[in-house]
Structures are given as structure tokens and as C-alpha cells.
């Protein structure tokens, strides 16, 4: 290594070291620990009898997140399998877990694997979410998406009128 070290090509040695993947960065980002520690009728708020629905890429079956998923649609490839092909749905599923641990999770896939999401697929995934709230305590639909690059400005008119009918 002092040899390597003294070649004037090299700039620096750094050991490879091994680094692991991590979900605690973003319960702290949102402040989700002051939630776990916060006490409500004798409970701790960790989602327990409740269910979180998000409209993504799907979700991949993670080991950690197996026990909390309930199977739902894919309205994208029309079938039952909301397996995420993308990677974003599984993050965000990930995200929330970490929020929210004991919250069943149900995951309906309204976005393809380039990230596309069609504005009648989220629709339909949020008529889902809709209709499933009252057998899984939904108290939650997620969505991340957006039409194209980031602006602050709110969504188009049309958007904001499609949704109109079923958010409410």
C-alpha cells in the first residue's frame, strides 16, 4: 500500500469497507420516532389496526415487509401480481413501514416499470383503495407522482377534476 501510495497517479487509498442498506435515515427525516414514542389510549402510535394503501410500481415481497402486505391488483398489467418491477414502490412501501410498523400495507400497482403511471390506472387504484377501506382500516392512500418535472405550481385542471370524484 506505501508503494501504491506514493505514485504520484494515485490521489488517495481508502479502504473498502462494507456499508448496509438502511431505513432508519427516513423515520428520523420525518420525525416518525416522536410518533413511536408518543402514547394515544394506552398505545403506542405504530399503525397497529390500521392499513396504509399506496399506489405505486408495486411492491416487492421484502422479507421485512412479507408479514404486513395484503395482496392487491395490478392495474397496470391488469392481473393480481403487484410485484414492483421499478424499485420506487418498494421504497416507498419501505418508508412507510418504517413509519408505521404494524400497519398492513396494501400496495396496488398503478405505475409500469419506466415509472409511467397513467392518470386511469391511479384512478383505479385509488377506487380500490376506496373500496377497501372498510374491511382493512385504510387511514392512509399514498401517492407519489407528478406530470413531468418538478414545479411548485398545483396540479393541471384536469387532473385536479378527475380526482375530484373520488377524493374527498
Known amino acids: 500500500l506505501d508503494a501504491i501510495a506514493q505514485n504520484p497517479e494515485v490521489e488517495e487509498i481508502i ?4 456499508l448496509f442498506i438502511s431505513r432508519t ?11 413511536h414514542g408518543t402514547t394515544v389510549n394506552n398505545q403506542t402510535l405504530q399503525g397497529q389496526g390500521t392499513s396504509i394503501c399506496i399506489l405505486d410500481t408495486g411492491t416487492y ?3 421485512e415487509l412479507v408479514q404486513q402486505l395484503v395482496q392487491a391488483p395490478d392495474f397496470v398489467n391488469n392481473d393480481n401480481d403487484a410485484n414492483d418491477d421499478h424499485g420506487h414502490g418498494t421504497h416507498v412501501t ?3 413501514h ?8 396494501l400496495t396496488p400497482k ?3 416499470a419506466t415509472g409511467v ?6 384512478l383505479a387504484g385509488i377506487d380500490y383503495c376506496t373500496n377497501a377501506s372498510q374491511q382493512n382500516n385504510i387511514t392512509v392512500i399514498s401517492g407519489s407522482f407528478g406530470e413531468g418535472a418538478y414545479n411548485s405550481t398545483s396540479c393541471p385542471n384536469y387532473i385536479d377534476d378527475a380526482l ?3 377524493v374527498q
Open 61 to 63: 415481497p421484502h422479507n
Open 164 to 166: 375530484a370524484g373520488v
Open 94 to 96: 419501505g418508508i412507510a
Open 110 to 112: 398503478v405505475c409500469d
Open 15 to 18: 479502504p473498502d469497507i462494507p
Open 98 to 105: 418504517a413509519t408505521a410498523p404494524q400497519a398492513k400495507l
Open 117 to 122: 403511471c397513467f392518470l386511469s390506472s391511479v
Open 25 to 35: 435515515e427516513s423515520v428520523k427525516i420525518i420525525e416518525a420516532d416522536k410518533a
